[in-house]
């Protein structure tokens, strides 16, 4: 299993009491598989992603990335897994504003000791597959919203990662726009092997995804939201391809 979250509870510190994030949370996404996360605001998506992303420790509960088990490793470790295996895309394209986008995905491959030679053609690969062959030496000012969320993109895959993260990839985006990223990110896990969980407020995407989950009040089920355009809904040949919930 490429990602496992199993009964994982999250809680922050709220005044003199606790908030629970993630009310036993379990999540396991294949190899290959697209996983959309939806819910209200509030309800935890990010957590999720979060826990899912070894960026913060649950209170219990076990997290395997990529046949690793992350749980109560040390925070060098959990490094070490997150720069080797996951790929994170957050809902704003923090790009670095003085870096062109080769750079963008240079630093990555940089942080990870990988060589330079290795890394610029790996970086020129993705940025083709990216259709931002020609933007090589752009700042992100110079580029537009769809354009900066692909080079987020590139940059999440730089290091070949198993576990692809990404929160609401769209929200900056126009329609059309956004369900161009999200084909994009259905082909890559299709043809990467990716394990990838995308959080998402566009319920028109969601026919591009192989399940669907719910979050509300911390607690994820199978169950999709309700009753919204014809769209939501998976398309056919995928929900037969696979075991898993579906909406
Ligand atoms: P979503 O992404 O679904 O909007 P979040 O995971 O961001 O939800 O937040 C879930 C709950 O946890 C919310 O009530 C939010 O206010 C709270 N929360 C999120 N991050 C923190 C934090 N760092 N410290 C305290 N509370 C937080
Ligand atoms: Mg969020």
Redesign the pocket.
Do not use: C
């Given at each position: 299993m490429t990602l496992k979250l199993s009964d994982i509870v999250l809680t922050?510190?709220?005044g003199d009491r606790t908030?629970t994030?993630?009310d036993h949370v379990d999540l396991t996404v294949e190899q290959g598989e697209f996983t959309a996360v939806v819910?209200?605001?509030?309800?935890?998506?990010?957590?999720?992603?979060?826990v899912a992303a070894t960026l913060?420790s649950p209170a219990s509960g076990t997290v395997s990335v990529a046949g690793h088990e992350v749980s109560g490793a040390s925070p060098d470790f959990r490094t070490r897994i997150r720069r080797d295996h996951i790929g994170i895309v957050f809902q704003q394209p923090n790009l670095l504003a003085s870096l062109t986008t080769l750079d963008q995905l240079l630093v990555m491959a940089h942080l990870a000791g990988r060589s330079v030679r290795e890394a610029a053609v790996r970086a020129r690969e993705l940025l083709l597959a990216m259709d931002l062959a020609g933007k090589e030496h752009k700042r992100p000012h110079q580029l537009s919203g769809g354009e900066r969320q692909r080079v987020n993109i590139a940059r999440a895959l730089m290091n070949s990662p198993e576990v692809l993260l990404v929160?609401e990839p769209t929200s900056a985006l126009d329609h059309h726009r956004g369900e161009q990223i999200v084909s994009l990110l259905a082909e890559l896990t299709r043809e990467n092997g990716l394990a990838t969980v995308m959080?998402t407020h566009d319920l028109a995407t969601l026919a591009m995804v192989n399940a669907v989950l719910t979050?509300t009040d911390?607690k994820l089920t199978p169950a999709p939201p309700p009753p919204s355009p014809d769209a939501s809904r998976p398309r056919p040949d995928h929900a037969a391809s696979s075991g898993k919930h579906r909406s």
């Amino acid at each position: 299993m490429t990602l496992k979250l199993s009964d994982i509870v999250l809680t922050y510190p709220d005044g003199d009491r606790t908030l629970t994030a993630l009310d036993h949370v379990d999540l396991t996404v294949e190899q290959g598989e697209f996983t959309a996360v939806v819910g209200p605001s509030g309800s935890g998506k990010s957590s999720l992603l979060a826990v899912a992303a070894t960026l913060i420790s649950p209170a219990s509960g076990t997290v395997s990335v990529a046949g690793h088990e992350v749980s109560g490793a040390s925070p060098d470790f959990r490094t070490r897994i997150r720069r080797d295996h996951i790929g994170i895309v957050f809902q704003q394209p923090n790009l670095l504003a003085s870096l062109t986008t080769l750079d963008q995905l240079l630093v990555m491959a940089h942080l990870a000791g990988r060589s330079v030679r290795e890394a610029a053609v790996r970086a020129r690969e993705l940025l083709l597959a990216m259709d931002l062959a020609g933007k090589e030496h752009k700042r992100p000012h110079q580029l537009s919203g769809g354009e900066r969320q692909r080079v987020n993109i590139a940059r999440a895959l730089m290091n070949s990662p198993e576990v692809l993260l990404v929160d609401e990839p769209t929200s900056a985006l126009d329609h059309h726009r956004g369900e161009q990223i999200v084909s994009l990110l259905a082909e890559l896990t299709r043809e990467n092997g990716l394990a990838t969980v995308m959080v998402t407020h566009d319920l028109a995407t969601l026919a591009m995804v192989n399940a669907v989950l719910t979050m509300t009040d911390g607690k994820l089920t199978p169950a999709p939201p309700p009753p919204s355009p014809d769209a939501s809904r998976p398309r056919p040949d995928h929900a037969a391809s696979s075991g898993k919930h579906r909406s």
